[in-house]
């Protein structure tokens, strides 16, 4: 899948919120039916699927992606907490003598605000995996979780877990270039984070500017905020970059322009670099201390691979 398919893949997943991109929380919980009927296993308390458990027993998942929930959403489903009470239960998991918050968070903190003493509950037998899927499948399908949390969310799987990518995507039904790709997104420069956080730059936005080195990220960020550039126009600049066609795109970090003559020293470490990881690896000096080590890949294959060998060096 290359990139431009990629991007549309995202694109039509972001517009598509009911289509589930995951197994289901049915799936990953064994098929158990969903409705306030179904029956699980008993709780520390004897407590039932539907049984109401006080609030201040319910402790937050610890695999929760979301790390932020919006203000006036929380307000209005506060509102209709009280007006309607809670009509669909959370999911929950015994815990030493309390339980963990598996599905509903949103749920539970609105419940809280309203005043709501105890909230209805199913309570199911769940290993810490099982929660970490759960918690990734039931907030891929909401459009207000941004791309990187959605990345932070896959990385912490794989190493707390310790599985490959290719096994994390088909526990959740995805496609292993989806999980890959956005992993890939970690890798942006701090500013280039906060500005996809803030919604200020989309996720193609940063996609396109993932090959550049942090002070051309940091600046083209800026420029993409400043002029309103398109993902096809910011993939434009890059590539411009990328050629040296247009070197005032992007004012380097010391003001430098002109990079200090290669050694053969720098070329003899460049070889190397190429036979290690079977790739034209590519170093591109700025001044005498700084510079980068371009590493392209060619199929998602070829990146996984990769990214082993850097692994196994680490």
């Known amino acids: 899948m290359d990139e431009q398919q990629f991007d549309q893949n995202i694109e039509q997943q972001e517009q598509a919120p009911r289509r589930r991109l995951g197994r289901g929380l049915s799936a990953l919980l064994g098929n158990q039916n969903n409705d306030n009927d179904g029956q699980t296993n008993a709780s520390p308390s004897g407590a039932t699927s539907t049984d109401e458990i006080h609030v201040d027993l319910i402790e937050r998942n610890p695999f929760q992606p979301r790390k932020e929930f919006a203000a006036d959403g929380l307000r209005e489903l506060a509102e209709s907490i009280q007006k309607q009470g809670v009509l669909q239960p959370l999911i929950v998991r015994p815990f030493e003598d309390r339980y963990q918050l598996i599905a509903g968070e949103r749920r539970l903190i609105a419940a809280r605000q309203s005043g709501r003493e105890t909230i209805p509950c199913r309570v199911i037998e769940a290993d810490d995996q099982t929660v970490c899927e759960i918690a990734i499948d039931e907030n891929l399908k909401r459009r207000d979780l941004n791309v990187l949390e959605k990345a932070e969310a896959f990385q912490d799987y794989l190493e707390r877990f310790q599985c490959s990518v290719e096994e994390l995507a088909g526990r959740l ?100 670099l190429r036979e290690q990881f079977g790739a034209k690896v590519t170093i591109k000096l700025k001044t005498a201390d700084s510079g980068q080590v371009m590493i392209p890949f ?9 990214l082993q060998t850097l692994r196994r060096a680490a």
């Open 173 to 272: 039904s995805l496609d292993r270039s989806t999980v890959s790709n956005m992993i890939r997104l970690l890798g942006l420069c701090e500013e280039a984070k906060i500005a996809v956080r803030e919604e200020k730059i989309s996720a193609g936005h940063a996609r396109a500017i993932l090959s550049l080195g942090e002070p051309e990220q940091r600046a083209i960020c800026q420029k993409i905020q400043q002029e309103s550039l398109s993902v096809r126009a910011t993939e434009k600049a890059v590539k411009e970059i990328q050629q040296g066609d247009n070197p005032n795109v992007v004012p380097f970090a010391d003001g430098k322009s002109s990079a200090p003559e290669r050694s053969n020293h720098i070329d003899s470490i460049e070889q190397q």
């Open 298 to 306: 060619n199929s998602n294959d070829d990146f996984e691979r990769i």
